[in-house]
């Protein structure tokens, strides 16, 4: 079994270290997961999530989880509101194969 844990890395891949990988891999976790703010979703270029992949790679970890999180409810009345949520999933949902993830969640909860 390969184990991982959530919260211990950065919301934002850009800014993660060796210290934050060595720290999951110190208790003996084989993966993680983390949570990224839907605002920040639009800034993250492709090439910034290649070398975060690559990052992982050499960091010989896995990341199990990836959850993309947002404000809006998914099922508003208002339309406007549903389309923005709905573009913040479909980009989390290019983060996370563009990241390898193996699991990718919508934020939990809504309506």
Request: contains cysteine; proline residues 4%.
């Amino acid at each position: 079994m390969r184990l991982g844990i959530v919260e211990m890395m950065p919301g934002d891949f850009r800014t993660w270290t060796k210290e934050h990988t060595q720290a999951v891999r110190a208790l003996g976790f084989t993966g993680f997961g983390f949570h990224l703010d839907g605002e920040m979703a639009f800034e993250m270029t492709p090439d910034e999530c290649r070398r975060c992949r690559q990052f992982m790679v050499d960091e010989k970890l896995d990341l199990a989880q990836f959850a993309i999180l947002y404000k809006e409810c998914l099922f508003s009345p208002d339309r406007a509101e549903r389309e923005a949520v709905t573009a913040k999933i479909n980009r989390g949902s290019q983060i996370a194969a563009a990241l390898g993830a193996q699991t990718f969640l919508l934020r939990p909860g809504s309506r």
